[in-house]
C-alpha cells in the first residue's frame, strides 16, 4: 500500500489518494472495454475533487453528473459538454435550464412531469433538448436496500409500459428529442449474473421497441460495478475484462447503438484511505474501543450502510486483539468497524481505513462543527510502499 513518507506525522485525520492506481485502474478498464460501441463514463458523484477529475479527463472519459453544481464542475475541469449526461430524480428548473444551455448530451429524465417541464424549458429558450429516458426495470440489484435503485419500490425512473407509450406519444412534444435509454440498477453489484439479468431486460425493451419503429441510437447501462472491501490489496483493481464480457456476450444492440458504461465506485474506491489517529482507548465490560480523530463526518459509509471498510494499524503489528473501533462524534452510530480485529492500539498509533475513494470525502458534513479532512496526491507529495 503507498502512503505519504511522513505518513505518522501529517496531521489527522486525513484522506490519500494513490493516483498511480487510480491511473492503472482506468487504464485497466479501458483497455477491458475494448468494443467500437462502447464508451466509459465516470459518475463523479463518487469522488468529485478537483484532482481526482483532473486524472480522469486526461484518459478522454464522459461525465455522468446528478446535480448542477456536478455539471458545473465537470465543466470547470474541462470535460467536452457532449460527453456529460445529467442524472436525477429531481432536477430544479435552475439546473435544467444549466443543462440545456451547456449542451451537454443528454439530460436523463426520470419522470413523465420532468419530460414536460424539461419540453417546457426548453420551448422557452427556443431550443430542442436531447434526452434520454430513464427505466426503472424492475430488477433487484441484490445489494443494500439503501443502494438499489432500480426495483418499483424504488423512486427513480419510469417503468417500462410508461417508457413504450411515452416513446409512442413524443410527437407531441417539439422541444425534445429522445435520443436513449437510460438504466442504473444499484451499486456495489459482485455478482454477474445481475448483470446478465439487466442485458436481458434491456434487450426485452429495446425489441418491444423495435417492433413499434423506435430505436435509438444511445444506451445507457448505468454503473453498480462492485469492489472488493474485504481483499484491497489483493484486487485492487475489479475484474473489469468479466465486467464488460457480460455485456458484449448478452447484450443486443443495434449495429450503430452506443452503449454508456457510467463507472464509479469501481474506478475511485481502492485509491483512497483515510488516515486517522487513535485519541483513546478503553474497555468495558463487554468492549474494547478504539476512539480515533475521525469521525461519520469524514466517512459516512458504516453508518449510513452498515458498510464495511478494512482497518489497519500502520504503527504497531504486534497480537491482534477485538476492537469497536469509534469517531468523536455524538452518535452511536459513529462507529468504523465493530468487533474489527486489529494489532493491539495504543493511543498516538495511525490506522488505516481502506478503500475510501468512492463515497468517502465527497459525502463529508460538518456536523458537530468539525473541520474537513485534508486531502493529499500521491503525485504531489513523496510516497513509500507499506509493508
Ligand atoms: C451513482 C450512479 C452511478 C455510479 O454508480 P457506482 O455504483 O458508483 O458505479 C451511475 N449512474 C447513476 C445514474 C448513478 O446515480
Known amino acids: ?51 481526482i477529475l483532473e486524472t480522469i479527463n486526461r484518459y478522454n472519459i464522459g461525465i455522468d453528473c446528478v446535480s448542477g453544481n456536478e455539471l458545473k464542475k465537470a465543466l470547470e475541469c474541462g470535460f467536452n459538454s457532449s460527453d456529460i449526461v445529467f442524472a436525477g430524480v429531481g432536477k430544479s428548473d435552475k439546473e435544467i435550464q444549466l443543462a440545456i444551455n451547456s449542451g451537454i448530451h443528454a439530460i436523463n429524465v426520470e419522470s413523465e412531469e420532468e419530460l414536460e417541464v424539461v419540453n417546457t424549458i426548453s420551448g422557452e429558450m427556443n431550443r430542442v433538448t436531447d434526452i434520454a429516458l430513464r427505466v426503472n426495470p424492475d430488477i433487484d440489484a441484490g445489494t443494500h436496500k439503501h443502494i438499489t435503485t432500480g426495483t418499483d419500490h424504488n423512486k427513480f425512473g419510469i417503468s417500462i409500459p410508461d417508457i413504450i407509450r411515452i416513446n409512442e406519444e413524443s410527437d407531441k412534444l417539439k422541444n425534445i428529442n429522445i435520443i436513449g435509454l437510460h438504466f442504473h440498477i444499484g451499486s456495489q453489484i459482485n455478482g454477474m449474473d445481475t448483470f446478465i439479468k439487466l442485458c436481458s431486460t434491456i434487450n426485452s425493451v429495446q425489441n418491444d421497441l423495435l417492433n413499434r419503429g423506435i430505436v435509438f441510437n444511445h444506451l445507457n447501462v448505468g454503473g453498480g460495478l462492485g469492489i472488493d472491501y474485504d481483499n484491497p490489496d489483493k484486487t485492487p483493481i475489479v475484474n473489469f475484462n468479466d465486467y464488460f464480457d457480460v455485456f458484449s456476450s448478452h447484450l443486443k444492440y443495434p449495429h450503430k447503438q452506443i452503449v454508456h458504461f457510467e463507472l464509479g465506485r469501481s474506478i475511485t474506491g481502492q485509491c483512497g484511505s483515510l488516515i486517522t489517529k487513535v485519541l483513546y482507548t478503553k474497555n468495558t465490560s463487554r468492549k474494547r474501543f478504539a476512539i480515533v480523530d475521525a469521525g461519520m463526518t469524514d466517512l459516512i459509509r458504516p453508518a449510513l450502510y452498515n458498510a464495511y471498510h478494512k482497518i489497519e494499524n500502520l504503527t504497531s503489528s504486534a497480537i491482534k486483539l477485538r476492537y469497536d473501533v469509534v469517531g468523536p462524534i455524538c452518535e452511536s452510530s459513529d462507529c468504523f468497524g465493530k468487533d ?15 478503500s475510501v475513494g468512492a463515497y468517502g470525502q465527497v459525502m463529508a458534513s460538518q456536523y458537530n462543527l468539525r473541520e474537513p479532512a485534508m486531502a493529499y496526491y500521491s503525485d504531489m507529495i513523496e510516497t513509500i510502499n507499506h509493508k
Open 340 to 354: 474489527a480485529i486489529i494489532p493491539e492500539t495504543k493511543r498516538g498509533d495511525i490506522l488505516c481505513i481502506r
Open 1 to 51: 500500500m503507498r502512503l505519504p513518507v511522513n505518513y505518522n506525522r501529517l496531521e489527522t485525520p486525513y484522506y490519500f489518494y494513490d493516483i498511480e492506481l487510480l491511473n492503472e485502474t482506468i487504464e485497466a478498464a479501458l483497455s477491458a472495454c475494448n468494443n467500437n460501441n462502447f464508451r466509459i463514463h465516470y459518475a463523479m458523484k463518487a469522488n468529485a475533487n478537483s484532482q
